[in-house]
DNA sequence: CACAATTAGATTGCGCACAATTTAATTTAT
DNA sequence: ATAAATTAAATTGTGCGCAATCTAATTGTG
């Protein structure tokens, strides 16, 4: 009895995390939904963009580990952006392996765009810069545990 | 030139936030999938059981508003945990509009099996409960203010 | 040098997530 | 009571996210 409860309350108790990180990221989605309509960018595109924005020329691979992603997910993206006119993908004369992704003139000028986005997200999120990079490192010190499980 | 930079500093800083939350949701994912792999179910299907196991005989609609879900997502695979003989789903008599899910009797002792979930992640989150249940609440007060912004 | 192992990226298939639209049932306002 | 508005699900289409597999290039080893 008493231990069927328990195990009900531990069910909810991980879920409340999780399922808080989770629900989080989406509501994140639909507040920057809007915004990025505006670029003609996806959430996950606008990520590429801001990786690249900070250095440009960088193998899929450089992408997918800022973004821990992998080539399933990038190379499908990355071809919409390359129709988009934002990138370019060229493949590495010096490793014939990999693909180089650059930013077009396009790509680069949306960067001017985007400066509005953070902006409009910082009021939306009804917090102090303080409380957000707070709440950031913490987030992150538990991504990097949960990631350091998954090698073991 | 410092207007510039200033700029960056905050495409990066609001990048922060959002894809911290974003990327451990994703870390979180891959730490439940081999749990869940033997529980034959996805992370979004879990969430619907734990709905379900806190409360059975629910509308589709009631599902969605616990996990911030519409039918486009939930109709889909509510049908597959259907397949998979989890749950039934039936019309309400009382107002034909409604589709009410009740658990079947494979769906409720799965419930048994599910219960070594929460234990297998607080271990894999190397945190304290109480500092699970701190990041939750700040979590989730930060969600509640985006969705907060998003019903203006 | 040759051959095995590794690596980068692409491809296929499945399951969300969500916008937009459709259908049918219920509620409300007239 | 009937028409208009609202509501619940389902459907369609697009874009991730990831496992599994494939191809081609590079590296490591004997």
Redesign the pocket.
């Known amino acids: 009895m008493a231990r069927k409860h328990a195990a009900d309350i531990s069910l909810r108790l991980d879920n409340q995390l999780c399922f808080a990180v ?1 629900s989080t990221a ?1 509501a994140f ?2 507040v920057y ?1 809007p915004l990025l309509d505006r670029l003609g960018l ?4 606008y990520l590429v963009m801001l990786v690249l924005w900070e250095r440009d020329g960088v ?3 450089g992408i ?1 580990e800022r973004l ?11 071809k ?1 952006l390359e129709a988009a006119e934002l990138i370019q ?1 060229t493949r590495s004369t ?7 992704i650059a930013l077009t003139p396009k790509g680069e000028a949306l960067r001017e765009k985007a400066r509005a986005v953070p902006q409009a997200i910082l009021a939306a999120s009804a917090c102090s810069v303080g409380e957000l990079v707070a709440m950031k490192n913490e987030i992150v010190a538990l991504r990097d545990k949960l990631n350091g499980v998954l090698g073991e």
């Open positions: 989770y989406h989605n639909r939904k996806t959430y996950p595109q193998p899929v691979k997918g821990f992603l992998d080539s399933g997910t990038l190379t499908p993206l990355l919409r993908r010096e490793d014939e392996r990999q693909v180089l």
